[in-house]
């Protein structure tokens, strides 16, 4: 069984950049397709990015489209999302997912496993 736990989150100034990594534990990570979603306080958890098992393809929501980026390191077990020129409304708290459905990450639906989350915060 995989096991996810992300890192990286904190407290980041408007128009800086952060990364996030989410460390798998398990010997089948390089099978999964992951996604990074986060969700902000009084709002509902959504779709942020996600990527293939291959790397081969990427998916981003429009919110974030070239500001974001999600790449994984099957070696290390691990998926990250840089992101870049980072909004006050992109605090959230962020949480990576992990699925053998590209479209299930893509809806957010009946997701296989999730890591625990971690907190960004941008300060105006």
């Known amino acids: 069984q995989v096991q996810l736990v992300e890192s990286g989150g904190g407290l980041v100034q408007a128009g800086g950049s952060l990364s996030l990594s989410c460390a798998a534990s398990?010997?089948?990570?390089?099978?999964?397709?992951m996604g990074w979603f986060r969700q902000a306080p009084g709002k509902e958890r959504e779709f942020v990015a996600a990527i293939k098992w291959s790397s081969s393809n990427t998916y981003y929501a429009d919110s974030v489209k070239g500001r974001f980026t999600i790449s994984r390191d099957n070696a290390k077990n691990t998926v990250y999302l840089r992101m870049d020129t980072l909004k006050p409304e992109d605090t959230a708290v962020y949480y990576c997912a992990a699925d053998h459905s590209v479209p299930a990450l893509r809806l957010m639906r009946n997701l296989e496993l999730w890591g625990q989350g971690t907190l960004v915060t941008v300060s105006s």
């Open positions: 398990g010997r089948t990570f390089s099978t999964y397709n």
